[in-house]
T-cell receptor, first 115, second 116 residues
């Protein structure tokens, strides 16, 4: 079965540079979520999109932005990168509706290293 | 207050034995979902099991079962017949509400080591 696809898997950037992370949800899933997981920490929710509109916002810095496109893929744009942005970034997708369990399935993550 | 609490930072279990990973949650919403995920050292987050707040029976998925005690607000994961491949970080998570767009709250995780 198709899973959530994230690209790139690894990314190395320097301070103050920009980065774009991409996420392709499981086909027919209508909601995408972004999470940030620092070393030794639990995933922290950043932002989510339902049917291409922002549905919820968590601890996403103002330097970050995200969107979901017409084909349901999503991109997380990160500008003015800081050393503290080094983390594993997960995208997850789910499919909702009445009576559904709305399980979030995660991609393999993008490991971002800011030097 | 913490939404999800996992009090065991690390645990050891002998291969082929059963192990229980603890999880307690805090919510005033009558509708919620509880999830367990496994994160091996390779980093991916793998869905294991789901329990809905209105589910009458404890969830089971193969060797995984969820011991759901609603009054105590606990959702412990039981892994039977542990295997070496079960060594990983395990996260308990909760979604408040039934909406598809409701975000997850994660616990701090339990690192499980299975000894041969």
């Amino acid at each position: 079965a198709a899973g959530v696809i994230q690209s790139p898997r690894h990314l190395i950037k320097e301070k103050r540079e920009t980065a774009t992370l991409k996420c392709y949800p499981i086909p027919r899933h209508d909601t995408v979520y972004w999470y940030q997981q620092g070393p030794g920490q639990d995933p922290q929710f950043l932002i989510s999109f339902y049917e291409k509109m922002q549905s919820d916002k968590g601890s996403i810095p103002d330097r970050f932005s995200a969107q979901q496109f017409s084909d349901y893929h999503s991109e997380l744009n990160m500008s003015s990168l800081e050393l503290g942005d080094s983390a594993l970034y997960f995208c997850a997708s789910s499919w909702g509706g009445a009576g559904k369990r709305n399980i979030q399935y995660f991609g393999a993550g993008t490991r971002l290293s800011v030097l | 207050a913490q939404k999800i609490t996992q009090t065991q930072p690390g645990m050891f279990v002998q291969e082929k034995e059963a192990v229980t990973l603890d999880c307690t949650y805090d919510t005033s919403d009558p509708s919620y979902g509880l999830f367990w995920y496994k994160q091996p050292s390779s980093g991916e987050m793998i869905f294991l099991i789901y329990q809905g707040s209105y589910d009458q029976q404890n969830a089971t998925e193969g060797r995984y079962s969820l011991n759901f005690q609603k009054a105590r607000k606990s959702a412990n994961l039981v892994i039977s017949a542990s295997q070496l491949g079960d060594s990983a970080m395990y996260f308990c998570a909760m979604r408040e509400g039934l909406g598809n767009f409701n975000k997850f709250y994660f616990g701090s995780g339990t690192k499980l080591n299975v000894k041969p």
